[in-house]
């Protein structure tokens, strides 16, 4: 059972995004992957969920079907940095497992798991088109390839630069 609140801030928040899209329904993936950008653990609690659906007139299964459907979509708390390492053929002609191990013992975690203090995510994803730079990972959208152990832990460094001044 989550403990996540709705506040009013979140809601008016929830509401100029809806506003932005006309309120329309057929707009209900950018309408997540933006109010999904809005929660700090990177997903879309079920209260928020269910806001978006009453705002919408649709189902709440709707909005779920969405957010399990899309990979970039979350109804689970992840880190405030999600890395998504590509697993498609081609990523694992060039050794992708490779670069999974340097993060994982980098982030002190493995697939699937999140930080201690919540600053990164790690999971698979499917192919993201970069396999002109293969074997390569997303970070926050961000795309980074050509990976090798330097680059991955500079990269990884960068953003605990950024999340500690």
């Given at each position: 059972?989550?403990?996540?609140?709705?506040?009013?801030?979140?809601?008016?928040?929830?509401?100029?995004?809806?506003?932005?899209?006309?309120?329309d329904k057929n707009n209900l993936v950018n309408i997540l992957l933006e109010v999904q950008s809005l929660i700090?653990?990177?997903?879309?609690?079920?209260?928020?969920?269910?806001?978006?659906?009453?705002?919408?007139?649709?189902?709440?299964?709707?909005?779920?079907?969405?957010?399990?459907?899309?990979?970039?979509?979350?109804?689970?708390?992840?880190?405030?940095?999600?890395?998504?390492?590509?697993?498609?053929?081609?990523?694992?002609?060039?050794?992708?497992?490779?670069?999974?191990?340097?993060?994982?013992?980098?982030?002190?975690?493995?697939?699937?798991?999140?930080?201690?203090?919540?600053?990164?995510?790690?999971?698979?994803?499917?192919?993201?088109?970069?396999?002109?730079?293969?074997?390569?990972?997303?970070?926050?959208?961000?795309?980074?390839?050509?990976?090798?152990?330097?680059?991955?832990?500079?990269?990884?460094?960068?953003?605990?630069?950024?999340?500690?001044?």
């Amino acid at each position: 059972m989550e403990n996540f609140k709705l506040t009013r801030h979140l809601a008016s928040k929830i509401d100029a995004i809806l506003e932005s899209h006309q309120t329309d329904k057929n707009n209900l993936v950018n309408i997540l992957l933006e109010v999904q950008s809005l929660i700090p653990q990177n997903y879309i609690p079920e209260e928020v969920a269910k806001y978006v659906a009453l705002k919408l007139n649709v189902p709440t299964s709707k909005v779920y079907d969405v957010i399990t459907f899309f990979s970039a979509l979350s109804d689970k708390p992840k880190g405030r940095h999600v890395i998504q390492l590509c697993k498609s053929t081609v990523c694992r002609l060039n050794k992708y497992q490779t670069v999974r191990d340097i993060l994982e013992r980098e982030l002190g975690i493995t697939m699937g798991e999140t930080t201690k203090d919540g600053e990164f995510s790690l999971e698979y994803t499917a192919c993201f088109g970069a396999c002109d730079i293969s074997p390569a990972f997303r970070i926050d959208e961000k795309v980074y390839g050509n990976l090798d152990e330097n680059k991955i832990v500079e990269i990884i460094n960068s953003y605990r630069r950024i999340n500690h001044g």
